[in-house]
T-cell receptor
């Protein structure tokens, strides 16, 4: 199975520490998305990449958050100086994106659950 | 601004009952896409269906059916003869078309938690 994978699946960290998450998209997908989901809510968009270019960033993505996709394949999401409010599930998704025609569905990974103590 | 409203927070049914999950959306764009995703207890979002704004035909896939009505900005999802395995949180989502003809971010509703009891 070559679905979207995320690592780690769970992360517990102390407030003020930095954390980094990794996402490996489906290999032929050129678009990659990050979302955040808190308990009882739907996922909220954070940012997305087409190949290595970061095309959109949400206002939710404060200066403490940074995302990269250096070679247009895997992506990392780093949170610096974590706060308790950062506790959430961080979801990665990928899709095709530049072949024209109808929009393409996004396929999601299992997520990384972050707990900031 | 884009917005998706799923007014039903939780629905509880007995197995074999039919159940409809409501979704109402807001957008100013004429070209957009609507989606339904399922999030079972394991947590991973599973894609169910995509519909573009120019295609109002209803769709049926096994026990699942979707009713898209632009006049009321609704995209409702019906499960016929529900089963315990249908228990999950269901999300409706909206996206506008991107410049390339694809689309960008998904705007999700808050979800409807469906519990199907034996």
């Amino acid at each position: 199975d070559t679905g979207v994978s995320q690592d780690p699946r769970h992360k517990i960290t102390k407030r003020g520490q930095n954390v980094t998450f990794r996402c490996d998209p489906i290999s032929e997908h050129n678009r990659l998305y990050w979302y955040r989901q808190t308990l009882g809510q739907g996922p909220e968009f954070l940012t997305y990449f087409q190949n290595e270019a970061q095309l959109e960033k949400s206002r939710l993505l404060s200066d403490r958050f940074s995302a990269e996709r250096p070679k247009g394949s895997f992506s990392t999401l780093e949170i610096q100086r974590t706060e308790q409010g950062d506790s959430a599930m961080y979801l990665c998704a990928s899709s095709l994106g530049d072949t024209g025609g109808a929009g393409h569905e996004q396929y999601f990974g299992p997520g990384t659950r972050l707990t900031v103590t | 601004a884009q917005k998706v409203t799923q007014a039903q927070t939780e629905i509880s049914v007995v197995e074999k009952e039919d159940v409809t999950l409501d979704c109402v959306y807001e957008t100013r764009d004429t070209t957009y896409y609507l989606f339904w995703y399922k999030q079972p207890p394991s947590g991973e979002l599973v894609f169910l269906i995509r519909r573009n704004s120019f295609d109002e035909q209803n769709e049926i896939s096994g026990r699942y059916s979707w009713n898209f009505q632009k006049s009321t900005s609704s995209f409702n999802f019906t499960i016929t003869a529900s089963q315990v395995v249908d228990s999950a949180v269901y999300f409706c989502a909206l996206s506008e078309a991107g410049a390339s003809g694809g689309y960008n971010k998904l705007i999700f509703g808050a979800g409807t938690r469906l519990a199907v009891h034996p």
